[in-house]
């Protein structure tokens, strides 16, 4: 028995192990394949045929709209995550785009409106490849229909007795008809001014979604390569290159624009979910969401009848979901009457979007500042927003730590800045993530002031007391500041000190030559001792601390006199702060960089994954970012790309995989 017993459990696990060898990974070919498209588009855009008469391309170059192309598009977007965070209650955004082979990551948009808004920050990532890629392969299906519908309608070129019927002509346009062969120039909004138009350019509709305008040019040039001005300068590529129009389609329907949701999202059951004032209005997931995404203020709402140009989408639509044999609804339904958008009404701002988030905010530190006189221990605090109680745990992670707890005690080990990231676990949801980037700042010192928030022209500073730096001198305000009242220029500003490298005349200049460190008020120095002060060199003759080199320097006086520091360490300690827990461990050059290539060298002493991180000074936020493994535990050179930073002072901060920081040096870019 116990022989039989073995062979039927050997037997199950041979079935099990072949069951699962059968199973296969679906990929977009299971979606859509090569053979359907001819189906699909029998009159597609064909540049020796602008009859109708149904001749295909000839060529694969001749064939624009070709399944080639399209699926060439799908792989490249796939590519591309987002990283996308918004203001609740507003469509004010930051945006990242993060190569997923690679791994480097930039900061393609920031809205002004983001960085004077205070609301709290949702963060959603967007992963291009979930489109016609997310749920089982019926969702996915039905998601890759609505979309060949939609562009088909913005490309048709059918009516109602054409060859093959109406809904059989679907990217027959390359562009916009009145344009196609003619130098017309349209579709210019002078008054952009984050995608401003380039001389000459027409932004008239191209591609299979028509993209129009020079702001939509510019968004998809930022998703699809990572910078605007590739298509705000040329426009036409995207009726050169079929990859690159199908691009543009792709990245519209995947696109999030508060306070539409994305066309991805409601053609996915339970990516959306309607407010009630939402349902109220006739609002809902489907078919018709997308046309009410795509151009609901012309085709959606109003009479109660479908428009002419919804019918012909939802034709288009009932095409391809017969012909892939999959239902119109998304519960399973057929009917064609709840595809439409004759009964929706307008997606618009939610203005008490924020009391409805579930989030986590910091309330400690506050600006951007905790001001100390000594490295001890210091509370952050986190505020909870929890209106269907489901956060179950928070903790706090920094400087390689975790800690639980909303209000937690952490002892900074150095004047600089740190990254505080709280993390709310909720079950059976994404965690809720909130994240602030603040200096430690010695407040009889100054070190760390080179970390502290830079003075904001366009920042109303209502209470008195803030600290700011600007211009290389700390600043404190002593009532209401507004845009007009400019530190140094008149007595709102009272000046704290000057700020030279991480310290300042406060409590010493702090300023660095060379390996000679820069002298401080609450340093004890030993005979023989050497500090820098103000580009000198200064040695010890004795015990001394408090006395400072330069007033206490000469004959029978304390600090001699060595040398003056050579110019170019004096500059590049002045603009490069490196702490002494990290000077010998992260160098570049050069430093002022005017070229479009900074030179790292890392001596990290790990072979694990590193983070190189490029900040903004006023942010904290990461404008650009690069991971790389070390071939070994030695001194590791990386080069980094910063052609589209610009001129500037930015951080160059170097982290490992478990955010432990291995150096911070200051970098000045220059023309």
């Not at 062979?7 to 090569?34: E, G, H, I, P, Y």
């Not at 210019?188 to 380039?198: F, G, K, L, S, V």
């Not at 690159?244 to 519209?252: D, K, L, S």
């Not at 909130?434 to 830079?454: I, K, R």
Request: glycine letters at 10%.
């Amino acid at each position: 028995m116990r022989t039989l017993a073995c062979l039927r459990r050997s037997m199950l696990a041979v079935l099990f192990f072949c069951c699962v060898a059968t199973v296969k990974a679906q990929t977009f070919s299971d979606v859509l394949a090569s053979t359907d498209w001819d189906v699909f588009f029998p009159h597609r855009f064909n540049p020796d045929d602008r009859t109708g008469a149904g001749t295909l391309p000839a060529t694969a170059a001749k064939d624009f709209y070709s399944y080639s192309n399209f699926a060439t598009a799908v792989s490249r977007m796939a590519n591309i995550k987002i990283i996308s965070e918004r203001r609740c209650g507003t469509n004010a955004y930051r945006l990242t785009r993060v190569d997923k082979t690679t791994g480097a990551s930039v900061v393609i948009r920031t809205d002004a409106d983001f960085s004077a808004s205070t609301n709290m920050i949702i963060t959603e990532t967007i992963d291009y490849a979930t489109f016609a890629g997310d749920g089982d392969l019926t969702v996915r299906k039905r998601e890759l229909m609505a979309f060949l519908a939609n562009i088909s309608q913005e490309t048709t070129g059918g009516w109602p007795t054409a060859p093959g019927g109406q809904y059989a002509w679907g990217l027959y346009f390359r562009e916009e008809v009145g344009y196609e062969g003619t130098t017309n120039i349209g579709y210019r909004d002078e008054t952009n001014t984050q995608y401003p138009p380039a001389p000459g350019k027409s932004y008239h509709g191209r591609g299979p979604i028509q993209l129009s305008y020079n702001y939509n040019y510019g968004q998809a040039s930022e998703f699809i390569f990572g910078d605007k001005n590739v298509l705000l300068a040329n426009p036409e590529k995207v009726i050169q290159d079929g990859v690159i129009a199908f691009e543009t389609g792709i990245w519209f329907w995947m696109a999030q624009q508060y306070p539409k949701p994305s066309c991805h999202d409601v053609m996915i059951p339970g990516k959306f979910t309607p407010t009630a004032e939402q349902l109220a209005i006739g609002l809902k997931p489907g078919f018709g969401a997308t046309v009410n995404i795509i151009n609901g203020g012309i085709e959606c709402g109003g009479t109660g009848a479908e428009k002419p140009q919804v019918v012909s989408r939802v034709g288009h639509y009932q095409r391809y979901t017969s012909l892939k044999s999959v239902s119109l609804e998304l519960d399973g339904g057929n009917n064609a009457a709840n595809c439409g958008c004759a009964n929706m009404g307008s997606f618009a701002i939610d203005n008490a979007e924020c009391s409805k988030v579930t989030s986590l905010s910091f309330t400690s530190p506050a600006n951007g500042i905790l001001s100390v006189t000594s490295l001890a221990p210091v509370t952050l605090t986190v505020a909870k927003n929890d209106p269907r109680s489901e956060i179950t745990q928070v903790y706090i992670k920094i400087n390689g730590q975790r800690i639980a707890g909303t209000s937690v005690q952490f002892t900074p080990a150095a004047y600089q800045a740190y990254t505080a990231t709280a993390v709310g676990l909720r079950t059976g949801k994404d965690s809720v993530v909130a994240s602030t980037t603040f200096a430690v700042y010695n407040t009889s010192t100054l070190a760390g002031c080179s970390f502290l928030p830079v003075w904001d022209a366009t920042k109303i500073y209502e209470a008195a007391g803030n600290i700011v730096l600007y211009n290389s001198v700390v600043y404190r305000n002593q009532w209401w500041a507004g845009s007009a009242d400019i530190p140094g220029t008149n007595t709102t500003w009272a000046i704290v000190g000057n700020c030279n490298g991480n310290g300042g005349d406060g409590g010493g200049n702090g300023q660095s030559c060379g390996t000679v460190v820069g002298w401080t008020t609450g340093n004890i120095y030993l005979s023989g001792n050497q500090a820098a002060y103000n580009g000198k060199i200064y040695q010890a003759r004795w015990w001394t601390q408090g006395e400072r080199p330069d007033l206490n320097s000469g004959s029978g006086q304390v600090w001699q006199f060595i040398s003056n520091c050579p110019a170019s360490a004096a500059r590049v300690a002045a603009i490069a702060e490196t702490p002494s827990t990290s000077s010998d461990k992260v160098i570049v050059y050069p430093n002022p960089v005017s070229g479009s290539t900074l030179q790292i060298t890392v001596n990290a002493g790990t072979q694990e994954k590193l983070l190189v991180s490029l900040l903004d000074v006023k942010t904290g936020q990461p404008v650009l970012q690069q991971v790389y493994t070390p071939a070994g535990k030695t001194a590791q050179k990386v080069q980094l790309d910063i052609s589209h930073v610009p001129t500037g002072v930015w951080v160059l901060k170097v982290t490992t995989a478990r955010n432990e920081r291995v150096g911070t040096v200051k970098v000045v870019r220059i023309q």
